[in-house]
Nanobody
Framework: QVQLVESGGGLVQAGGSLRLSCAAS????????MGWFHQAPGKEREFVAA????????DYADSVKGRFTISRDNAKNTVYLQMNSLKPEDTALYYC?????????????????WGQGTQVTVSS
């Protein structure tokens, strides 16, 4: 069992930055691939970024490539999402997810544990 707690969301102006954190409980964090998803009002939850167990491989949605960076610190049981050059369309509830696999996936159904989410609001 893994419990995930996100933090770092907030209100920011367009062009600004935020760093989201996701702290995981448990001693086996390093064997989980991790992902970030977001859900805007009235829309489906969508893939944002993912990282494999060691941090050696990452991938991003086209909409955030070059602006967002996912990373992890297995010693701290934490995964991060650095978000730069934020746009109003990035406004959403951001979720952290853990997958019982060394490698990540893109579909939300392939993740086993979810956090409660942290709100990101980008004003124009």
């Amino acid at each position: 069992q893994v419990q995930l707690v996100e933090s770092g969301g907030g209100l920011v102006q367009a062009g600004g930055s935020l760093r989201l954190s996701c702290a995981a409980s448990g001693r086996t964090f390093s064997v989980y691939a991790m992902g970030w998803f977001h859900q805007a009002p009235g829309k489906e939850r969508e893939f944002v970024a993912a990282i494999n167990w060691s941090g050696s491989r990452t991938d991003y949605a086209d909409s955030v490539k070059g602006r967002f960076t996912i990373s992890r610190d297995n010693a701290k049981n934490t995964v991060y999402l650095q978000m730069n050059s934020l746009k109003p369309e990035d406004t959403a509830l951001y979720y952290c997810a853990a997958r019982r696999s060394l490698n990540y996936a893109y579909g939300q159904d392939e993740y086993d544990y979810w956090g409660q989410g942290t709100q990101v609001t980008v004003s124009s």
